[in-house]
């Protein structure tokens, strides 16, 4: 079981997480969404308690502890009602492109910056014209001496408006589809980088998505990741941490809306008894119940293969499609039984069934979750 997994250590640090969240998260949540961004002082203060990138090796700057304490970082957030603080897209998803991709010269860079929060990173892989579909992407990085030229445009960029860093997604090689691209840092002051509007948004209101614009922008040549035309390859291995990343916010929102769903039940009285007691919700708070004991169970033994360093890329899409669309059921659910109330921006559940939209969209659709389970079923070339 994965409870089986987390010492006395993992149970300090949610207990220290868990209160620092209470203290600096919760509370700010409703300006922050209204501000449409957070602070960077949260990810200063984040960073300084070590709870940014805590799996960077300690030569350049981190904890080096394992993915269990991303994890807890990652539900207590949730948790704490932070599902806009884009800290886990930080830590788990762009950082460990450079990471593992990066020059030693980009990693002594940047990392430290990226574990102590002056350094907020995102990730630029979605276009206008491509989203699910990769391979058409637009974006170029032609090679110009020691330096890449960059041209094209991103969209939906999660952390974009603020970010230092953005791992980017581009063609070197245009005419190659997949194996023609590749992936390069460009940091904030890269000449020719522009951000656009911040997004307007159904849910995540306090998260920064944006659009970003790169015209004869110029990056140094050791900002490429890795090599040319690998970067498919490498978003291919970095995707099963990323949907990973995801599921667990499916269960833990999931967690949460069936909590708010089974106390307003039980509290509301209405023709003469509380809602939950009517047998209808009964069945319905029965349904739900079980959709997220099944969620948890199906999670928890996938996180444990992917700590155990187990390929779990086909359980993982599953999971990302199965949770994406259970945690959207429940937080209907969950909205239904709290009656007008539910519409209501004073109750929580409001903004957990906004949030919980995007879920099953980003980070891979899920039909193209359907889709790399059925090619894994000998189904598709
Ligand atoms: C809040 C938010 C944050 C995001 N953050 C980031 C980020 O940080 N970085 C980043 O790069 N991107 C980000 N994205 C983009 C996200 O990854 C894409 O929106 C997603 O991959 C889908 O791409 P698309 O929007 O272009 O939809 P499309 O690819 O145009 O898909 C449209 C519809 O067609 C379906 N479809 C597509 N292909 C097939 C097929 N072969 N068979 C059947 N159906 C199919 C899709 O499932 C979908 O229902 C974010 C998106 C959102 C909403």
Redesign the pocket.
């Known amino acids: 079981m994965l409870s089986d997994i987390y010492t006395e250590e993992h149970r300090i640090f949610r207990a220290s997480f868990r209160k620092f969240v209470a203290e600096e998260v919760t509370p700010h949540v409703e300006q922050w969404e209204r501000q449409g961004a957070v602070p960077r002082e949260l990810w200063l203060k984040m960073g300084e308690q070590g709870y940014l990138c805590p799996w960077v090796p300690e030569q350049y700057g981190g904890l080096g502890l394992g993915f269990e304490y991303s994890l807890i970082i990652n539900e207590e957030l949730i948790r704490g009602d932070g599902f806009g603080v ?1 800290v886990p ?1 930080h830590s788990d ?2 950082a460990p492109y450079l990471a593992s991709y990066g020059s030693e010269r980009a990693k002594n860079t940047w990392l430290p910056g990226c574990v102590g929060g002056q350094v907020v990173t ?12 990769l391979a058409a992407i637009r974006a170029t990085a032609v090679r110009d001496g020691d330096e890449y030229v960059i041209n094209g445009q ?7 408006y603020f970010a230092d860093l953005v791992v980017l ?1 581009v063609k070197t090689d245009p005419s190659q589809g997949y194996n023609g691209i590749s992936l390069i840092l460009v940091d904030k002051d890269a000449p020719g980088f522009q951000r656009g509007v911040r997004l307007r ?1 159904m ?2 209101h306090m ?1 920064d ?1 944006a659009e970003l614009y790169f015209g004869d922008c110029r990056v140094p040549a050791w900002h490429l990741l890795g090599q040319e035309g690998q970067g498919f390859r490498y978003m291919m291995q970095k995707l099963q941490q990323e949907r990973l990343e995801v599921c667990i916010k499916c269960q833990v929102m999931a967690e949460e809306c069936l909590k708010e769903g089974l106390e307003y039940a039980k509290a509301r009285q209405v023709f003469g008894q509380p809602v939950g007691l009517h047998q209808a919700n009964a069945f319905r708070l029965a349904e739900m119940a079980t959709d997220v004991e099944l969620g948890r169970t199906f999670l928890d033994s996938i996180i444990l293969d992917h700590l155990a360093g187990r390929d779990v890329v086909q359980r993982v899409s599953m999971a990302k499609y199965w949770l994406g669309e259970m945690v959207n059921r429940v937080a209907y659910q969950a909205l239904q039984l709290h009656g007008g109330y539910g519409y209501m921006e004073e109750y929580r559940i409001c903004r957990l069934y906004r949030d919980v939209r ?1 879920l099953s ?8 979750m ?2 790399i389970v059925s090619r894994n079923l000998g189904l598709r070339p």
């Open positions: 884009g897209l998803v762009a995102a990730v630029g892989f979605t276009e206008p014209g491509a989203g699910s579909d991103k969209t939906f960029i999660t952390n974009g997604a948004k849910g995540g998260q998505t995007a969209i980003f980070a891979g659709t899920s039909e193209i359907k889709l």
